[in-house]
């Protein structure tokens, strides 16, 4: 799906921001699933092989590490969502509409792999995790159509990112709200984007990046379903 037709604005941006409070509110009396940080540790691990190629590389090193470490990676945000949607109107007022954009569509790729996360964990049998047992529940716990929106939105954040990084006046004003940010508690939402700026600039064009990990993450997805073990890309 191109990013054009995937829904982002102030008001996806608050549905996705209560998609993860009601995930992660559960959490305040039961307590996360008992897998889920052994399953996002696992995770994370298996991305980082995947992507072993491009994070050697200085052109994308940037890039790789906010990939796995902001976008797609096991970082807990809930603090910045929480604080987010608290002040909400304040924030769709004060950042710039194309920041709010990317914003929203990195937060729904958040609450999205929140859920598919909580369901593989719960899904996983007992014993260790490894690619025979993660593949059961993976393939027991989401359909390839939630798999390929996963996929099809972060796409959509870069695609957004390589397009904002090519407007100097964007990047600029995006400096300026340092300060502003962190008087209304958006400092941790600011370094996301800064991050994601910086390494993108540092690239000079994402194109080849995206498509990469895009035909990877879907490679991987095709063998999880189709019962292929391994399955490593």
């Given at each position: ?14 549905s996705h921001l209560e998609t993860l409070r009601d995930l992660r509110g559960r959490d305040a009396s039961a307590g996360p699933p008992p897998r889920l940080a052994e399953l996002k540790r696992w995770q994370s691990d298996r991305l980082a092989r995947t992507y072993t190629d491009l994070s050697a590389q200085p052109r994308y090193r940037q890039a790789t590490t906010f990939f796995l470490e902001d976008l797609y990676g096991p970082k807990d945000f809930s603090a910045r969502d929480a ?151």
């Amino acid at each position: 799906m191109p990013p054009d037709t995937i829904s982002a604005g102030p008001e996806a941006l608050r549905s996705h921001l209560e998609t993860l409070r009601d995930l992660r509110g559960r959490d305040a009396s039961a307590g996360p699933p008992p897998r889920l940080a052994e399953l996002k540790r696992w995770q994370s691990d298996r991305l980082a092989r995947t992507y072993t190629d491009l994070s050697a590389q200085p052109r994308y090193r940037q890039a790789t590490t906010f990939f796995l470490e902001d976008l797609y990676g096991p970082k807990d945000f809930s603090a910045r969502d929480a604080e987010m949607l608290r002040i909400y109107p304040l924030l769709v007022r004060t950042l710039p509409a194309t920041a709010v954009e990317t914003a929203s569509l990195a937060i729904e790729v958040d609450a999205l792999s929140e859920s598919l996360d909580r369901r593989t964990s719960e899904a996983l049998p007992p014993g260790p995790i490894h690619e025979a047992s993660y593949a059961r529940a993976y393939r027991a716990a989401s359909t390839p159509a939630e798999r390929e929106r996963q996929i099809e939105l972060i796409a959509a954040v870069g695609e957004r990112l390589d397009r904002l990084v090519k407007k100097p006046m964007v990047y600029r004003t995006l400096k300026l709200m340092r300060t502003p940010a962190r008087l209304a508690g958006l400092a941790d939402l600011q370094t996301f984007l800064e991050r994601g700026f910086a390494s993108f600039r540092e690239m000079d064009g994402a194109e080849e990046f995206l498509a990469t990990i895009a035909a990877r993450e879907r490679a991987i997805a095709k063998a999880l379903f189709s019962s292929q073990v391994p399955f490593s890309a």
